[in-house]
């Protein structure tokens, strides 16, 4: 059974940087799309950034463009999400997803594994 575990999160002042890490386990890691989901208090969960199996493609959330980079390492078995440039509407619980035979999804139906999400919390 796919695992994801989520790690990195914490409180920074707007304007700082935070990477979030996310460990999968129990299969087989390129054979997954990954993505990153965010969700507020009273909000829905919403999209932030996708990678493809290889790595080489990538989408992001408007929101965050030019100031988030998704990557990941086949060889470890992680996604990342690098955050810079943080603005206190950041502010979020981050989930790591991962999807059979996704490519760049950005619809949280189209996962299938979740992590348990870790807190984000930007200051102003």
């Known amino acids: 059974q796919v695992q994801l575990v989520e790690s990195g999160g914490g409180l920074v002042q707007a304007g700082g940087s935070l990477t979030l890490s996310c460990a999968f386990s129990?299969?087989?890691?390129?054979?997954?799309?990954m993505g990153w989901f965010r969700q507020a208090p009273g909000k829905e969960r919403e999209f932030v950034a996708t990678?493809?199996?290889?790595?080489?493609?990538?989408d992001y959330a408007d929101s965050v463009k030019g100031r988030f980079t998704i990557s990941r390492d086949n060889a470890k078995n992680t996604v990342y999400l690098q955050m810079n440039s943080l603005k206190p509407e950041d502010t979020a619980v981050y989930y790591c997803a991962a999807g059979d035979v996704v490519v760049l999804a950005t619809y949280p139906r189209e996962y299938d594994y979740w992590g348990q999400g870790t807190q984000v919390t930007v200051s102003s």
């Open positions: 129990g299969g087989t890691f390129s054979d997954y799309g």
């Open positions: 990678v493809s199996w290889s790595g080489g493609s990538t």
